[in-house]
């Protein structure tokens, strides 16, 4: 794209080996976008993937997107005389992989967020059934492309118990709690001096009553 080409927009120096890094650490699916921060020496120092509504189409929604990522992924370098990193869009979609209106939408949200984050605003790539591509320059490559996502790592976690030792004794069972003493039965003031008057004990017996 020639406009692109004129904004001075700096080239990848591997393209192909930094989208599969990228989509090795994000897996991104059709409609799932990831911004990433190049350093001076082309090296990923930050990155995010994120969804976005389809209702949310418009370059600015795009911008506010970007930069609210880019705010959270890393500081901005509004303070530096000129930029010294590089903010990189690669955007997984259906469809051709030909320009299309959204993804001019994205490109001048990508340059939008950059200027405002004090960032150099880098390539814009996508991610479709063909494979991916660099719009402005060009390149491209059959693989990784927007269904690779199912071909990722499986990731699960079982919780066992922990092993013993062989030969290690077992842990001992829990000592039962004490037993509180037994709490003696409410007997009735009438039914003890019938137990008295039968037994004809002249001892005293203490008497509490409630009033």
Known sequence: ?????????PLLRAPREFVTELHQRHLPQPGTTVVAVLDAGNRV???ASFGVRAQFDDGWDHRNALLGHLRRI???DLKRRSPSRTAVLLRCREGAPGWTEQ????MWALRA???LHGLRCGSYLTLT???WQ?????????????????LGPVHTVTELPPRLPHGAPAAAPEAAPPQQPPIAPVTSLSAVRALE?????????RRTAAR
């Open 129 to 131: 059934p063909a494979g």
């Open 1 to 9: 794209m020639p406009e692109w080409k004129s904004y001075g927009v």
């Open 197 to 205: 008057g039968a037994h004809g004990d002249d001892r005293t017996v």
């Open 113 to 115: 967020a950059a200027e």
């Open 103 to 106: 993804d001019g939408a994205w």
């Open 74 to 76: 890393t500081p901005h």
């Open 134 to 150: 660099s719009l402005g320059d060009g390149r491209r490559g059959r693989n990784p492309h927007s269904g690779s996502w199912t």
């Open 45 to 47: 120092v930050a990155s």
